[in-house]
């Protein structure tokens, strides 16, 4: 979909500003009311990127909701309006979604298709920081495959576009996937300085969550190492994010450093 920078000077109703507004809170429901009621509003208009923008926009918010059918009819509905005005950055950027929902769907090779078409545009525009995400889905694509060399590759070069753009939540999510896959490969020192990495820029950009995902990846490196103390740090790292946070610690996070207290310190003492 097309970036504000982008979009600056076109002119949308106010149901669409509204469903910004309510995306950028996190509230879906919201944003899929206003982005629906947009998209009424905007039928037969005369710029085909005020259309797509709304499709796209209304696209995203039902991916978010995990309604993937309703997701993929909008992205191919923002393809067709993409025949009649080409634009390779909208066209790409929705091949890189649709090319997800595929994925996600357990659609390797339709997913890969996707990816591939997109690449090809994204490339001709040189749109690096599509290009980025791109690559790191692709990764992700290799990894449900359970080639994680090839997965390393694709989320190499995700990684040094993530940099050259300055996408540091996707620089973030980058490494712990590399990490993920260095593991797949047993390869825990790479694994290691990939997930430390992950933790530094998670918490940079202010990712609880992401924070939590890459200490857990540290975690189960140091139990495989036999190193039961450094594990407890990650466990115990990962409750203060949370408390930080103002956020539930989850269950498996609180059974896990339970165990690692027990095994450290056997009957309490």
């Given at each position: ?266 009957g309490g003492k």
């Amino acid at each position: 979909m097309p970036n504000e920078s982008e979009l600056s000077g076109l002119t949308f109703p106010d149901a669409y500003v509204k469903g910004t507004l309510f995306l950028h809170r996190g509230d879906l429901e919201g944003a899929r009311r206003s982005f629906e009621t947009a998209r009424e509003e905007v039928r037969g208009s005369k710029d085909p990127r005020v259309v797509t923008a709304v499709l796209g926009n209304l696209g995203n918010v039902y991916a978010a909701l995990n309604e993937k059918e309703k997701a993929r009819s909008l992205y191919r509905e923002v393809l067709e309006h993409q025949r009649k005005d080409p634009d390779a950055r909208i066209a790409g950027r929705t091949l890189v979604n649709l090319g997800n929902l595929s994925r996600e769907l357990g659609e390797a090779e339709r997913s890969r298709a996707y990816y591939l078409e997109a690449e090809s545009l994204l490339q001709s525009v040189r749109d690096d920081f599509s290009l980025g995400s791109l690559y790191a889905n692709m990764g992700l694509l290799e990894m449900d495959g359970r080639r994680p060399g090839e997965a390393v590759l694709f989320l190499k070069r995700a990684i040094e576009l993530h940099k050259k753009t300055g996408n540091e939540e996707g620089l973030a999510a980058a490494w712990g996937q590399i990490g993920r896959a260095y593991r797949q490969l047993g390869k825990d020192q790479q694994a290691e300085t990939c997930f430390n990495y992950a933790y530094t820029h998670f918490g940079q950009v202010g990712n609880p969550e992401g924070e939590a995902e890459a200490l857990r990846g540290l975690a189960d490196i140091y139990e495989a190492r036999n190193e039961p103390e450094l594990a407890l740090r990650c466990l115990t790292r990962i409750r203060e994010i949370f408390t930080r946070f103002s956020l539930r610690l989850p269950d498996v996070d609180s059974d896990r450093e339970e165990r690692l207290q027990r095994e450290i310190r056997p009957g309490g003492k």
